[in-house]
């Protein structure tokens, strides 16, 4: 049973460039959190998304970033038009269900996709 | 003021030391996490708890409740437990399913 899958676990973008972050969750779970962590800040939750929906994405920035996580394939994060400012490592978690504080359904996490904008 | 301390922020031991990662925090909580993430590495989740204590061969995590407070121990300690440690708190309720995490404390074990 693969773990949390996440690519590309690198990715360089140019100043105004598009990016694509992909995490695919564990097998059966359709809970998906991305967490963004920024050079040496603690991790910020961005956003949690259930399959289809968006749940709460209070941690987006308003402009420039969206999330999906659509019926069949991959949960995305979208950062359009990328800055300096956004390079940071992108984490995404996923839960069997939202009671997350139950053991078993806790969160577990991918590698990470390191962004970096020149 | 941050919901979730950790303290100390860096801590450097000799291999075999006994450790200890503390983590404060200010909110009402359902459960804590304790994760570690290696340089340049992912995050792996090493406890999940909402009371009492957990042990997993050299780690022990604890917590009490009703002084907001848990505690991360790593007996007989090895340089590959040389990592940053991150407590990570599920608020109560857990109703948007976030964690809300500390800064971490980077722990470096040197042979």
């Known amino acids: 049973n693969a773990g949390v899958m996440q690519n590309p676990r690198h990715l360089v973008r140019r100043r105004g460039q598009e990016a694509r972050l992909r995490c695919s969750p564990m097998?059966?779970?359709?809970?998906v959190y991305w967490y963004r962590q920024l050079p040496e800040e603690g991790l910020k939750f961005m956003v949690y998304?259930?399959?289809?929906?968006?749940?709460?994405e209070s941690g987006m920035p308003k402009e420039r970033f969206s999330a999906e996580f659509p019926k069949e394939g991959p949960s995305i994060l979208r950062i359009q038009q990328v800055v300096r400012g956004d390079s940071a490592a992108y984490f995404c978690?996923?839960?069997?269900?939202?009671?997350?504080?139950?053991?078993?359904?806790?969160?577990?996490f991918g590698p990470g996709t390191r962004l970096t904008v020149l | 003021k941050n919901e979730v301390e950790q303290s100390p922020q860096n801590l450097t031991a000799q291999e075999g030391e006994f450790i200890t990662i503390n983590c404060s925090y200010s909110?009402?909580?359902?459960?804590l996490h304790w994760l570690q993430q290696h340089p340049g590495g992912g995050i792996v989740s090493l406890f999940m708890?909402?009371?009492g204590k957990k042990k997993h061969g050299r780690l022990i995590a604890t917590i009490n409740i009703q002084e907001k407070h848990s505690s991360l121990h790593i007996t007989a300690s090895h340089p590959r437990d040389s990592a940053v440690y991150i407590c990570?708190?599920?608020?109560?309720?857990?109703?948007?399913?976030?964690?809300?995490f500390g800064k971490g404390t980077k722990l470096s074990v040197k042979p």
């Open positions: 978690a996923s839960s069997y269900s939202r009671q997350i504080w139950q053991s078993g359904n806790e969160q577990f």
């Open positions: 097998k059966g779970h359709s809970h």
């Open positions: 998304l259930q399959k289809e929906n968006i749940i709460d």
């Open positions: 909110v009402g909580i359902s459960a």
């Open positions: 708890l909402s009371s």
């Open positions: 990570a708190v599920v608020l109560n309720g857990g109703s948007q399913g976030n964690l809300i």
